[in-house]
């Protein structure tokens, strides 16, 4: 009886802390699951993949890249990755390495006060960084259309490498 209730009350508190959200759009019942595939540190992303990623589960201080367009609104199990920066400049990640997210980013919104950008080519890639994508502070865009479709293969903020 008392480790039904432990439990219970562990459940609880991991819901309150974000690892297991309410039901989602994703059907009745559904649970959305958050994974963090890196803490981050001094000049490091915190990086973190949400199954279903919506709209709404890109938070303050996060830049959020979104599989599908319309922020995976017409396709719910669509995955989001968040990436958050907690110092001034986080260097070059590849989204290949740390999220196997190479080229499949359709929408994205940057709900941080500095820019981001992203590259055509990943940190170890050649012509790395190629193109480059500037996400102003504070924006978002629900389809990047058909030049940055499933193109994007590294992050970075405010960095100088690209123009």
């Known amino acids: 009886m008392h480790r039904a209730r432990l439990l219970i009350g562990l459940s609880v ?14 059907g009745i019942g ?4 958050v994974v963090v595939l890196q803490e981050g540190g001094p000049g490091q992303w915190r990086i973190e993949k949400v199954i279903p990623g919506e709209h709404s ?11 599908h367009w319309h922020f995976n609104h017409d396709n719910p199990s669509g995955v989001l990755y968040r ?3 907690a110092y001034s400049i986080c260097g070059w990640q590849s989204l290949s390495t740390c999220c196997s997210f190479n080229d499949k980013m359709s929408s994205w919104i940057n709900h941080r006060d500095k820019k981001t950008i992203l590259s055509e080519n990943g940190p170890g890639q050649p012509n790395f960084p190629g193109d480059c994508l500037t996400l ?7 389809w ?13 903020v405010d960095h100088s490498t690209c123009p």
């Open 13 to 26: 508190l991991l819901g309150m802390v974000g690892f297991a959200a309410g039901p989602s759009s994703a």
């Open 30 to 33: 559904a649970r959305t699951t």
């Open 57 to 67: 589960q890109c938070f303050d201080g996060y830049a959020c890249l979104y599989e």
């Open 83 to 85: 990436f958050q920066c």
């Open 136 to 142: 102003a502070a504070n924006s978002q865009d629900d």
């Open 144 to 156: 990047v259309g058909d030049t940055w479709n499933d193109r994007a293969s590294g992050i970075a």
